[in-house]
């Protein structure tokens, strides 16, 4: 059978018989287009008129013509959009522990009447210059609105205290007692962990910035003080345009009590003095504030300071200032002078860390709560010279975030965005931090508060409280 089949494959003349064509035959192309030609002459159908008879329907869903009940792209978690834009999230197991700022911040966004968010920065050294909360502040109020700069203490306390983009200073005749030392019996360090008593004839003086850009308006000095027997009378003056404005108080009264003495002007640059007149007035700070939606971002730095001393403030005094202030959100950014006792007692520690937590619970019941790891700290390898993380802040981050945790409030991992281990030797070498192994340059502090933005207003954006179905849950 295989030898009849190979026949017509052995001549031409035989080809009509064969099974299929073989390999060694050309295409006969004229005939191939001859038929394409012959077929392209057929008539196309003619269009008809009329109509057509329809069944039965009705709009039925299915899963290959409708859009499902729940999303089928689930929201973007913070985590990923934090890692998107090259920052880390904000730790938070239960989910809920910036409800109450993320509230606060959704009113401030959409504009709302007196829907100001204020941010409470607690720190060390590196919040007493403004670094990270600085650039907070810029990026916060350039996002949700800008409603003034914020807290800033009488005078100047340590060598290092400066704040951006306000203008700042004292004349002689101020003393102070702080929350780091020299101590005050009382305890009752006002809002900033620092208490200033004023002699006759003793100023102090406020403004909006110089620059171009940031703290350019305010419309109310707010005086934060202690009212005392002893207290004294002070006067508040300020220049509008070519018209002066002069108001005075007393800050005596039968009890210790917070007050606060509000001095307003018209929005827009503006300086306020404040001159001790009689007695021995006990002042705080003074805050710049506008009277629009927005954030205030007070930076509450203490050189020195160590989450022990802060919690050392008298608990009801500390739920007077805080009452006054209003706080959306409490930051308590400590570890890096924890971290000179070189071996950390967790015990002990922990339990200091989650009596300042309640404290602030305690204090500012309506805000929520962020504890900010310390940063990297280097030190010198003995043998070779190399820098390395010193052990201890390691130890100190798994603290914090162990605490936070059963606290159900915020963490964040600075150690960790700024790089984790050997962080603060590689920062060293780029210039983003200083010969100390400790502080970051102003350049590095901008990188640090442009993260910590990153990582909030990633929590934010993922937040359910404005796409859940009704209003944020109220705040008052």
């Known amino acids: 059978m295989l030898v009849l089949l190979a026949v017509p494959y052995a001549t031409p003349r035989l080809a009509r018989y064969r099974v299929t064509p ?59 959009l934090a890692k998107t834009k090259g920052s880390i999230a904000i730790d938070d197991p239960s989910g809920h522990a910036l409800d109450a700022f993320y509230a606060r911040l959704a009113r401030t966004k959409k504009k709302e009447a007196g829907a100001v968010t204020r941010i409470l920065h607690y720190g060390d050294s590196v919040l007493t210059s403004d670094y990270v909360s600085g650039t907070m502040r810029r990026k916060m109020q350039a996002e949700f609105g800008d409603a003034g700069h914020g807290f800033i203490l ?6 290092w205290y400066f704040h951006n983009d306000v203008i700042q200073g004292a004349s002689e005749g101020w003393s102070s007692s702080r929350v780091t030392g020299p101590f005050v019996k009382d305890l009752m360090y006002g809002l900033g962990g620092v208490s200033f008593a004023g002699s006759p004839g003793a100023r102090s003086w406020y403004g909006t910035g110089t620059g171009q850009t940031y703290g350019k308006k305010v419309s109310r ?18 220049q509008i345009g070519g018209e002066r ?12 009590t917070s007050r606060v003495k509000s001095f307003a002007v018209p929005d827009g640059e503006a300086k306020m003095t404040l001159k001790v007149v009689s007695g021995t007035p006990r002042l705080f700070g003074v805050t ?93 390898n003995e043998s070779t010279g190399a820098l390395r993380t010193r052990p201890i802040i ?15 409030i915020g963490f964040w991992n600075t150690y960790e965005a700024m790089g984790g281990e050997g962080a603060m030797a590689a920062w060293v070498k780029k210039g983003l931090a ?27 954006e993922a937040w359910p409280g404005p796409r859940a179905g009704g209003s944020p849950p109220p705040t008052n």
């Open 22 to 80: 073989a390999p060694w035959d050309k295409p006969d192309i004229a005939a191939e287009a001859a038929e394409l030609a012959e077929a392209a002459k057929l008539p196309a159908p003619a269009p008809t008129q009329g109509e057509t008879a329809l069944a039965a329907s009705k709009n039925e869903a299915t899963v290959t013509n409708a859009l499902p009940e729940a999303p089928a792209l689930a929201q973007p978690s913070a985590a990923n």
């Open 154 to 159: 009488v005078a100047k306390p340590w060598d």
């Open 221 to 238: 000095f707010d005086v934060y003080y202690l009212e005392t027997p002893n207290g004294g009378d002070v006067d508040l003056e300020a």
């Open 245 to 256: 404005k002069s108001e005075r108080f007393s800050t005596k009264g039968e009890t210790k």
């Open 288 to 380: 710049l504030e506008r009277d629009a939606p927005g954030v205030v971002y007070d930076s509450l730095g203490a050189n020195g300071g160590r989450g022990e001393l802060l919690g050392a403030i008298d608990a009801a005094h500390w739920k007077e200032q805080m009452d006054l202030r209003d706080p959306a959100l409490v930051i308590l950014h400590y570890g890096t002078n924890e971290s000179e006792m070189g071996v950390l007692n967790k015990q002990a520690y922990e339990k200091t860390l989650r009596a300042l937590v309640e404290k602030v619970k305690s204090a500012a019941p309506k805000a929520s709560v962020l504890v900010v790891a310390p940063l990297d700290r280097a030190e010198k």
């Open 394 to 408: 390691k130890q100190l981050v798994e603290s914090q975030k162990k605490v936070a945790a059963e606290a159900t």
């Open 434 to 460: 200083g010969s100390d192994l400790t502080h970051p340059s102003p350049q590095g502090a901008e990188i640090l508060g442009d993260l910590l933005y990153k990582a909030l207003t990633s929590g934010y």
